[in-house]
């Protein structure tokens, strides 16, 4: 199993990381991707990535959450850490909390997609509340770019539809898929293919049932194949074989 967006440098983790790690590779976790949200995490999804070379893999970018009136400057600084990055993130849109820098954040993620198009990265992306924009602005791009995931997807089937147009693109699915009152597994049962999926855990945040509440972990991620086996009928270890498989095809991620 691949846990495809893991945010292993966060604070959370700092007192017991390689228990952490440990717990993944016991629970069958054979990779995982560790998104950067800003300058400074540069260095420290680098730092955790170093620390477990061919297991954690990179993903370095601006997060429309940190997006400011300075958003070029930052830019500036994050791009020459690209060239130690296996996918562009993560990058996109959130206009749930706030609104105050929309017109930056539009700017900053073109420019972090222009990038994506420019060095052939996969983007690793997340958007709240701003699909339409966010799909007005890939759909420019759309015949050049290399691929990637649009991360913790919760829509329905409409946005599930509009999202696989990009054929590239793939589903992040994470703890979500568990919650009691989720309807999510209704709609990747009628709208999208296993083949259009990769597991992910979006830790610390997240947890899936029955660690929810909990601090989330990368060893989690195994609730979510089980749940995503139970929705597709068929095994887990077809769920695993399958989400590896679509990992491999869209990110530069290797088991
Ligand atoms: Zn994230």
């Known amino acids: ?33 560790v998104p950067g949200i800003d300058l400074k995490s540069c260095d420290t999804v ?12 990179p993903m370095l970018g601006l997060h429309p959450e940190e997006v400011r009136a300075d958003w070029r400057e930052v830019l500036a600084r994050i791009k ?10 993560e990058v996109g849109l959130d206009f749930y909390w706030s609104r105050e820098f929309e017109r930056e954040q539009i700017e900053a993620f073109e420019e972090q997609v222009r990038w994506s198009v420019e060095l052939g990265l996969p983007l690793m992306i997340h958007c709240r509340k701003a699909q339409n924009e ?13 691929g990637g995931v649009f991360h913790c997807f919760t829509g329905n089937e409409l946005e599930a539809r509009e999202l ?15 919650f009691k009152k989720s309807k999510l597994p209704e709609t990747l049962q009628a709208v999208v293919p296993l083949e259009r999926i990769v597991l992910e855990t979006d830790s610390p945040y997240m947890a899936p049932v029955p660690m929810r509440g909990q601090r989330n972990e990368p060893a989690f991620v195994a609730h979510v194949a089980q749940r ?7 095994s887990i270890s077809e769920v695993i074989r399958q989400t590896d498989e679509n990992c491999k095809k869209v990110l530069n991620i290797t088991a």
């Open 228 to 234: 995503l086996a139970e929705t597709y009928g068929v």
């Open 1 to 33: 199993m691949i846990d495809t967006h893991c945010h292993l440098d966060g604070e959370e983790f700092h007192e017991d990381l390689d228990a952490v790690v440990t717990r993944a590779r016991e629970a069958g976790v054979t990779a995982i991707g």
């Open 80 to 89: 020459p850490f690209l060239n130690k990055g296996v996918c562009v993130g």
């Open 164 to 178: 696989l147009q990009f054929d590239q693109f793939v589903l992040g699915i994470g703890g979500v898929l568990t």
């Open 134 to 146: 966010m799909v007005t602005l890939l759909k420019r791009f759309k015949n050049q770019l290399p």
């Open 46 to 57: 680098l730092e955790v990535c170093r620390r477990y070379p061919g297991y954690c893999f």
